[in-house]
């Protein structure tokens, strides 16, 4: 028996006459069901994680800072992760592989290891999951920002500032973090290239803190005493500056160090302590509040929009005793002082 739909004034409606009824009120219900769907985003906050290089930073908290203040004007909210050492590079990389499986909106990456994370970072993306790199980059094609100070003119700012305070002469302990990171690299060739312009400047050694300021003072100990005629130190980022810096306090205390000469990059508490005493005669400061901010900034356009900015210089600037307290300098020198 076939069966037919009738109404109850007996007109038939026939299958096709029901199908265009259907697209009618499709039709005009569809600016409101996507005004509902695009409320309902709006109203939800961005899922935006962000993995650093280790957590234990005065420069990664700082970074940090920055990532939640962005949070709170462009609606997102931010999750922050890394190992408690620089080094503990396999750590960030099971990090991001939970990430991945969490499948946050974007994944903001300060990483550790230039090539060692690119696999890693190639999956989220391959995931859909935007990454944008922070501080440091990675070997990987698709990522959709890079924020980050220029950081070969960063080594070439202090290595010109060294050579000029010294006259064009002197006898260096270079004292870099960790080998394999993009930030080292390019901080170290650029200090190199500066320094090849003076003929008077000697490179005793290149040395690797690994972030770890006990093990960056232990080589500036052990090398000025094989090699009494280094008489200049100079640390590429807040570790290695530290630990040099608590180096030549021992040896002043051992009457062993006052022809030594300390230059460094960025500027923590510690630091601020040893340029203002005199230890440390110059450093270059990066904007870590900035990196943070323009990440959550950037992901949060990409999200909206499918657009970012593919490279972001954030400043940095030569500090010394004599500029540490020029108010054009307050926020890059105090960062987290209102």
Not at 18 to 39: D, E, K, Q
Request: proline content about 4%; charged content about 20%.
């Amino acid at each position: 028996m076939k069966m037919k739909l009738y109404r109850t004034d007996k007109t038939v409606r026939s299958p096709m006459r029901n199908v265009l009824c259907c697209l009618a009120v499709l039709i005009i219900l569809l600016p409101s069901i996507v005004s509902v769907g695009c409320t309902a985003r709006q109203n939800t906050p961005w899922d935006i994680a962000v993995l650093v290089k280790t957590r234990e930073s005065d420069f990664f908290q700082t970074v940090r800072t920055g990532a939640e203040a962005a949070s709170k004007e462009f609606n997102a909210t931010i999750s922050f992760y890394g190992p408690e050492k620089e080094n503990e590079i396999d750590e960030q990389i099971e990090m991001l592989e939970q990430l991945i499986e969490r499948k946050p909106d974007a994944i903001l990456l300060a990483a550790a290891d230039y090539y060692k994370l690119a696999d890693t970072v190639k999956k989220a993306i391959a995931y859909g999951i935007p990454v944008i790199t922070i501080d440091s980059g990675v070997d990987a094609t698709g990522v959709s920002s890079v924020i980050e100070t220029d950081n070969i003119a960063v080594g070439a700012k202090i290595g010109n500032a060294m050579a000029e305070a010294v006259g064009g002469r002197g006898k260096v302990l270079l004292v870099n973090f960790v080998a394999g990171t993009s930030t080292a690299e390019a901080r170290q060739q650029g200090f190199l290239e500066a320094v090849s312009a003076y003929n008077g400047i000697e490179i005793a050694d290149i040395v690797y803190s690994n972030s770890q300021e006990s093990l960056a003072r232990e080589l500036v100990l052990d090398y000025v005493a094989k090699d009494p005629e280094i008489n200049v130190v100079v640390g590429l980022n807040a570790h290695s500056t530290i630990g040099a810096g608590r180096a030549i306090l021992d040896l002043q205390q051992a009457d062993t160090a006052s022809k030594i000469r300390l230059f460094g990059v960025d500027l923590t508490p510690e630091e601020v302590l040893h340029l203002d005493r005199g230890t440390l005669e110059a450093t270059v400061i990066q904007n870590p509040y900035a990196m943070g901010y323009f990440g959550v900034q950037q992901a949060v356009g990409l999200l909206q929009t499918s657009k970012a900015e593919p490279l972001i210089y954030t400043d940095s600037v030569l500090i010394n005793r004599e500029n540490m307290y020029a108010p054009e300098n307050q926020k890059l020198v105090f960062p987290l002082v209102e």
